[in-house]
T-cell receptor, first 112, second 114 residues
Framework: QQQVKQSPQSLIVQKGGISIINCAYE??????FPWYQQFPGKGPALLIA?????SEKKEGRFTISFNKSAKQFSLHIMDSQPGDSATYFC???????????FGSGTQLTVLP | DAGVTQSPTHLIKTRGQQVTLRCSPK?????VSWYQQALGQGPQFIFQ???????QRGNFPDRFSGHQFPNYSSELNVNALLLGDSALYLC?????????????FGPGTRLTVL
């Protein structure tokens, strides 16, 4: 019940295209859903996060869509750029705890 | 304003040895969490320290232990190292009174066990 399932494992997108990464969870106690971006040799950096009381959150080119009934959430990267090439992780956390449960990651490559 | 810092950057040990990794949290943060990230995987929660006490623990054996100091910095100790302990060890700091408790990660320590 603690798992967060992430797909796809890898994604190749042309510059200017839309990148979409999906995550699904089972634990209904999760109430905070962040997305992290990680470049090689670096630690994960918080991109954007959402709570389940809203269905969508947008920050610049990054949008989280959240479907509470389906227990799914996704990251959309609009106008993808080569500099967006990195590994993206979704995560989730129940309000009663502080630990983040991460998905397995998606390696995004944006072709110039 | 310095972010989360970790030392050392890389470390090579042999099986059975012990290792200590260090973390300094982001300025103003009072909580430190440790994660293990195996190659090609997402980070796995090890434990979290607040007010110098272990507050939560993930599914890791007792060989993994930690400490938090009065200045909020933290150490992760791993005893009796196994080959499977080879991973990137990440420290994340946060401010516990914030509801979302946003965690900011350091660059990690790459541990290789031979």
């Amino acid at each position: 019940q603690q798992q967060v399932k992430q797909s796809p494992q890898s994604l190749i997108v042309q510059k200017g295209g839309i990148s979409i990464i999906n995550c699904a969870y089972e634990n209904t106690a999760f109430d905070y859903f962040p997305w992290y971006q990680q470049f090689p040799g670096k630690g994960p950096a918080l991109l954007i996060a959402i709570r389940p009381d809203v269905s969508e959150k947008k920050e610049g080119r990054f949008t989280i869509s959240f479907n509470k009934s389906a227990k799914q959430f996704s990251l959309h990267i609009m106008d993808s750029q080569p500099g967006d090439s990195a590994t993206y992780f979704c995560a989730a956390r129940p309000g009663s705890a502080r630990q983040l449960t991460f998905g397995s990651g998606t390696q995004l490559t944006v072709l110039p | 304003d310095a972010g989360v810092t970790q030392s050392p950057t890389h470390l090579i040990k042999t099986r059975g040895q012990q290792v200590t990794l260090r973390c300094s949290p982001k300025s103003g943060h009072d909580t430190v969490s440790w994660y293990q990230q195996a190659l090609g995987q997402g980070p796995q929660f090890i434990f979290q320290y607040y007010e110098e006490e272990e507050r939560q623990r993930g599914n890791f054996p007792d060989r993994f232990s930690g400490h938090q100091f009065p200045n909020y910095s933290s150490e992760l100790n791993v005893n009796a190292l196994l080959l499977g302990d080879s991973a990137l060890y990440l420290c994340a700091s946060s401010l516990i009174r914030e509801f979302t408790d946003t965690q900011y990660f350091g660059p990690g320590t790459r541990l290789t066990v031979l």
